[in-house]
């Protein structure tokens, strides 16, 4: 019944992950489509580090997260696929603290951005990818921010049920 219960959650992990990378790899998209369009057109304008118009999405605290969302979702997969269980047990152990550090970076990107939106007049405020913030909440950062914290829950409650 346990080990069941593990398998619950760790498939609840599964679809925070899923939204995270769906959240972070269509604002990437985005992001790139609007720089590149920005300097020159075509994909070989990621090469351009300049900074001068927008941010390269290469380095944007988006694309990290979404590549962490991309690690944390396929180490998911292969721990609900794991036929050894204390194995499987092990890796749980290992993906809660990726998991752990991913929920950390996405609140401290979001710290700034709620910081201005509630300091700064209407209108004013803008995000990485969401251009201006109207609402804080409904930013793709939050919404990563929100995956990654689901996720980190379900990790923990798989954790907490340990197999005899």
Known sequence: MQYNTKKLFLILQTAALLAGNYVGWV????????YCGQHGGNLWSLTNFSGDITGNPLISPCFWGSVVFLIALVWTL???????????????RNIWWLLLGGTIFALVNNIPIIYKFYNQPIGSVASCSAGIVTNPYLTSCFLGFSAFLLAFVFATLAKKFRVS
């Open 78 to 92: 292969y721990i609900l696929t794991e036929k050894n269980k204390k194995r499987a047990i092990s890796q749980l």
């Open 27 to 34: 604002t990437i998209i985005k992001e790139t489509n609007v």
